[in-house]
């Protein structure tokens, strides 16, 4: 059965409202990345690293999914193979879209995670440096994303999916950050159809077999029919 494995980045979540990184006027334009998505940022300022990361989880949750994030459940749910969604998101669209087989590489703006017993638990809507860790009322709770010079989450099953993908699709990705952007050529090597689909030829373009320019909520639900 035909094996589809799909990566996500900030841009198939720009139409339900969030934010990209790197676009014009993007998250990274208004913070220094190492200010706020760094352990030493939020060793130096852990009040700015929860404001940062605090905003965006309240923005998530009134974010709605798009057509684009409707197209990858659909697909899910009636591909007769399996389908996979590896998403560099933190926001939780594509399951509010209905998708079940998401593994967030990157972490959730819903997930907090104690920096002392790594005890996890569902993260307020405001986290402060005085947030206290549930399990062992530690004053160390932070956002359970993966920061810069931190490991990506599920990479071993991620690998896994890679060896075995048929068809591997980047979606909204400027394919800068890795090892998300070394996913392709993961999947070239063992002889899948790639396919990018994006508002812009990413940094990574030339890995794919296949290109579709255009915004998410269109070229994803084009691509999916
Ligand atoms: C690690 C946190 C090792 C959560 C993020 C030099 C070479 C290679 C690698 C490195 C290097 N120097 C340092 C590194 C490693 C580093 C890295 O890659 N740095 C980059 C900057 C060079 N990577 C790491 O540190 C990673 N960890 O390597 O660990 C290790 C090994 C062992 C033990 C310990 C450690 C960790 C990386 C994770 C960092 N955390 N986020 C959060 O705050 O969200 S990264 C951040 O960037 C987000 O997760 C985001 O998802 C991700 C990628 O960005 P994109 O999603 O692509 O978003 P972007 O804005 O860039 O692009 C949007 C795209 O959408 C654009 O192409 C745009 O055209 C398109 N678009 C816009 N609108 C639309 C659209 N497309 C369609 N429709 C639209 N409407």
Known sequence: MTKIVILTGAGISAESGLGTFRDEGGLWSQHKIENVATPDGFSRDPGLVHRFYSARRQQAAQAVPNAAH??????????????VIVTQNVDGLHEAAGAHRVLHMHGTLSGALCANCQHRWTAPPEMTPDTTCPACGARTAR?????????????DEILTHLEEADIFVSIGTSG????AASFVQEARMQGAETIELNLEPSEISDAFTQRHYGPASEVVPQWVA
């Open 176 to 179: 800068q950050v890795y090892p």
């Open 70 to 83: 409707a197209a990858l459940a659909r697909l899910e749910r009636d591909w007769p193979g399996d389908v």
């Open 143 to 155: 956002p359970d994303v993966v920061w810069f010079g931190e490991l990506p989450y599920h990479m």
